[in-house]
């Protein structure tokens, strides 16, 4: 009887340590986890935000291009706490995106709160035409999509948006 108890506490000895081999595993490993996961989802909404900040310059280089007056209406995506307005006397779009967990990304200039951490991160695209009106698209926790309209009368080009 003195060998079966002497096994029965080998194992229960052995599932101890694997017990123990868990929890420090998750104390170690779920921080870094939701560290590395807010990062990349602020990588993921700069990208986004900057990608159709770029649809809209595009679109208003192209509308600008045309000779005649013309028309472009098409649908862009605004991720959660970002916006993208115009500058008209800059001539440029601007993106501004909220970071929750900040990562450098070569395409925006940074913000940084009193403690020296980076709050947001901003940049602009520069437009080959002067604009007559312009737009700002905000999107706290709302509706990502907004309808962007661009016309051209004449050498006028107005640019719409709508949520």
Known sequence: MA???IKGQTSIEFLLIILIMLIYLFTVINPALQNSSTALL??????QNIQH???IAD???EIGSLSGDSK??????VPEKSSIDCDVLGKKIDYV????N????ESCSYEQDENGEIQRCRGNIKLNYSLNSCFTILNGNETPKAKIIISKTGEQINVQATE
């Open 97 to 100: 995106i909220e970071l929750e």
């Open 3 to 5: 060998v079966f108890n």
């Open 53 to 55: 900040a770029n649809i």
């Open 102 to 105: 900040p990562a450098e990304v």
């Open 59 to 61: 679109n208003i280089n």
């Open 72 to 77: 472009k209406t098409f649908w862009v995506f």
């Open 42 to 47: 602020d990588t993921k909404r700069v990208a």
